[in-house]
């Protein structure tokens, strides 16, 4: 059964930082792809930022780039998202997700995901 289980989130000022980790289990992930999803109240949940486990090609809606990285640790099957200059409007429930490799949907689109985590609330204060 995989799992995902986010943590890292908080509450934070704006201009601040946090980074979120994903610990992915029961699965054999190393060619899967990961994705950060966030949901704010009465919003659709957004892609936030993507990345490949082989070759760690990276995505990124326009909003992060440049503020937002996603990386991986193979060796802990971890992913990560650090977020630095945090607005107010970044705040959301942040979530994780993993798809088989073979998907054909783009990396951004939500349904291309198998697999979700439970959430991680992030606040950003103004």
């Known amino acids: 059964q995989v799992q995902l289980v986010e943590s890292g989130g908080g509450s934070v000022q704006a201009g601040g930082s946090l980074r979120l980790s994903c610990a992915a289990s029961?699965?054999?992930?190393?060619?899967?792809?990961m994705g950060w999803f966030r949901q704010a109240p009465g919003n659709e949940r957004e892609f936030v930022a993507a990345?490949?486990?082989?070759?760690?090609?990276?995505y990124y809606a326009d909003s992060v780039k440049g503020r937002f990285t996603i990386s991986r640790d193979s060796a802990k099957s971890t992913v990560y998202l650090q977020m630095n200059s945090l607005k107010p409007e970044d705040a959301a429930v942040f979530y994780c997700?993993?798809?088989?490799?073979?998907?054909?949907?783009?990396?951004?689109?939500?349904?291309?995901?198998?697999?979700w985590g439970q959430g991680t609330q992030v606040t950003v204060s103004s």
């Open positions: 029961g699965g054999t992930f190393s060619s899967y792809v």
């Open positions: 997700a993993a798809s088989k490799p073979w998907a054909v949907l783009p990396e951004s689109l939500a349904s291309r995901y198998d697999y």
């Open positions: 990345i490949r486990w082989i070759g760690g090609r990276t």
